[in-house]
């Protein structure tokens, strides 16, 4: 009965978003471009603490303090589940794009939203392809919009994660920009465990960043593993 009602609500909260989004495509056309821009990071803000909500989960916010006031980020973090993306837009505390697998794109409602973000779409069954997405999303971390990246590739469907892959951090350091690694503890406990909704204590701990002036920054394979290193201590096993 749970699972059925969470169902009923979150079909009409996506028609909501679904609203929304329209409403959003007037506002762009008439409002100022960065009254536009608040109201875009507000809603996405809003749609995430809310979807995470509807689950019934409780969410600590470990390590606020970590987060930097940089024009230029991008955070790097563990993907435990699908809730990792409306857990990080909801309650990291600064707006966020994602870079997203390009089949997401045939996601209706999800997609709109996901362009307006912004979020970059790659194509990783061509190298060219997926070296243009990088670019377009350095150049969005250069505008001064925050970028996430997730260096396991896919989601771990549990604690344990998964080796990073050290081709991910050309995009920080394209971009030149801070790296805030995250830690995300349990939400593949909401829908992946057992397919159902169940709710669950969550946690996202913001960790200390490393900046492009920090030695290890310029050494690609020796960053790739001590953010994998710091990461995996602090989700649980």
């Given at each position: 009965?749970?699972?059925?009602?969470?169902?009923?609500?979150?079909?009409?909260?996506?028609?909501?978003c679904?609203?929304?989004?329209?409403?959003?495509?007037?506002?762009?056309?008439?409002?100022?471009?960065?009254s536009?821009?608040?109201?875009?990071?507000?809603?996405?803000?809003?749609?995430?603490?809310r979807?995470?909500?509807?689950t019934?989960?409780?969410?600590?916010?470990?390590?606020?303090?970590?987060?930097?006031?940089?024009?230029r980020?991008?955070?790097?973090?563990?993907?435990?589940?699908?809730?990792?993306?409306p857990?990080?837009?909801?309650?990291?505390?600064?707006?966020?794009?994602?870079?997203?697998?390009?089949?997401?794109l045939?996601?209706?409602?999800?997609a709109w939203?996901?362009?307006?973000?912004?979020?970059?779409?790659?194509?990783r069954?061509s190298?060219?392809?997926?070296?243009e997405?990088?670019?377009?999303?350095?150049?969005?971390?250069?505008?001064?919009?925050?970028?996430?990246?997730?260096?396991?590739?896919?989601?771990?469907?549990?604690a344990p994660?998964?080796?990073?892959?050290?081709?991910?951090?050309?995009?920080?350091?394209?971009?030149e920009?801070?790296?805030?690694?995250?830690?995300?503890?349990?939400?593949?406990?909401?829908?992946?465990e057992?397919?159902?909704?169940?709710?669950?204590?969550?946690?996202?701990?913001?960790?200390?960043?490393?900046?492009?002036?920090?030695?290890?920054?310029?050494?690609q394979?020796?960053?790739?593993?001590?953010?994998?290193e710091?990461?995996?201590?602090?989700?649980?096993?």
């Amino acid at each position: 009965m749970k699972s059925l009602l969470w169902k009923i609500w979150f079909i009409l909260f996506m028609l909501l978003c679904m609203l929304g989004f329209f409403l959003l495509i007037i506002g762009k056309l008439i409002l100022p471009k960065k009254s536009y821009r608040k109201i875009v990071s507000w809603a996405v803000k809003y749609w995430g603490r809310r979807l995470v909500n509807m689950t019934g989960s409780e969410v600590e916010i470990i390590g606020k303090e970590n987060l930097p006031d940089d024009k230029r980020i991008c955070f790097v973090s563990n993907h435990q589940g699908m809730f990792d993306i409306p857990l990080v837009l909801g309650f990291v505390g600064r707006s966020c794009g994602f870079v997203a697998k390009k089949e997401l794109l045939k996601v209706p409602v999800l997609a709109w939203w996901m362009l307006e973000i912004p979020c970059v779409f790659i194509d990783r069954s061509s190298a060219r392809k997926a070296r243009e997405s990088i670019i377009k999303s350095a150049e969005v971390i250069k505008n001064g919009h925050a970028m996430v990246i997730f260096p396991e590739g896919t989601r771990s469907k549990g604690a344990p994660m998964g080796e990073f892959k050290r081709g991910s951090f050309k995009l920080p350091t394209m971009a030149e920009a801070t790296i805030v690694p995250l830690a995300i503890n349990n939400t593949w406990k909401i829908l992946e465990e057992t397919g159902k909704i169940k709710a669950q204590k969550l946690t996202l701990e913001i960790m200390q960043p490393i900046r492009p002036e920090d030695p290890i920054y310029q050494d690609q394979q020796a960053l790739c593993a001590h953010l994998e290193e710091q990461i995996r201590a602090r989700v649980d096993a």
